[in-house]
């Protein structure tokens, strides 16, 4: 059965693909919007770990709209949580070709979420399961298993370079609004970076 995996080249989305690689034919799949390049780091990562690789691209309207409301709202939760769930639509779309459709999500993750109805409409509507490995492990069991089993580059989210929503968002807030205003928005907060699997 083939999977895609909405993926960032972080932690979780290629623990979430290791997980499931025993049982899918894993593609990963990193949503853009055209705005940078950063989706390079995903592919070099897919091909480090051994995995297929495509790009998906989504709607630069969505990024507006979630970049209006992280601006309003002064955080970027809602933003994020927008970009997210449009990127698992364009995923489960028919024209994708996949049986299964899954992303990084983990049980303690505040944003983004999937909640059991959404996951059933998105089944139900694209004919396509909905998978969350990730979906019973907290941040400490991650922790550990990634610590054990990948390659991992750490630092802040504005030096790391990830194939995520965030970069894109963050580089339109800055066009907007300024460089100042991404600080605004979005925490200080450390981010991974997956160089290779520890076999």
């Known amino acids: 059965m083939e999977l895609g995996l909405l993926y960032s080249a972080g932690k979780d989305s290629t623990l979430a693909a290791l997980l499931l690689e025993e049982f899918y034919d894993v593609t990963l799949v990193t949503g853009h919007f055209g705005i940078s390049?950063?989706?390079q780091h995903a592919r070099e990562t897919a091909d480090a770990l051994g995995f297929e690789f495509e790009r998906l691209e989504l709607d630069p309207d969505v990024a507006r709209e979630a970049v209006d409301v992280m601006l309003e709202d002064g955080f970027p939760r809602n933003g994020i949580q927008?970009?997210?769930?449009?990127?698992?639509?364009?995923l489960a779309a028919e024209e994708s070709g996949f049986d299964?459709?899954?992303?990084?999500?983990?049980?303690?993750?505040?944003v983004p979420t999937i909640s059991r109805a959404q996951a059933q409409s998105?089944?139900?509507?694209?004919?396509?399961?909905?998978?969350?490995p990730l979906a019973g492990f907290g941040r400490g069991a991650v922790d550990r298993l990634v610590d054990a089993n990948l390659a991992v580059t750490v630092g802040p989210?504005?030096?790391?370079?990830?194939a995520d929503?965030?970069?894109e968002?963050?580089?339109?807030?800055?066009?907007?609004?300024?460089?100042?205003?991404?600080?605004?928005?979005?925490?200080?907060?450390?981010?991974?970076?997956?160089?290779?699997?520890?076999?």
């Open 37 to 39: 390049d950063d989706w």
């Open 165 to 167: 929503y965030e970069a």
């Open 100 to 110: 299964a459709v899954a992303d990084g999500t983990r049980r303690d993750d505040r």
């Open 157 to 162: 989210s504005e030096e790391i370079s990830r």
């Open 122 to 132: 998105l089944e139900d509507r694209h004919g396509v399961d909905y998978i969350s």
């Open 169 to 199: 968002l963050r580089t339109l807030i800055a066009e907007r609004e300024g460089p100042a205003a991404v600080g605004d928005v979005f925490p200080d907060h450390e981010q991974t970076y997956v160089t290779d699997v520890r076999r």
């Open 82 to 90: 927008r970009v997210h769930e449009h990127a698992l639509e364009r």
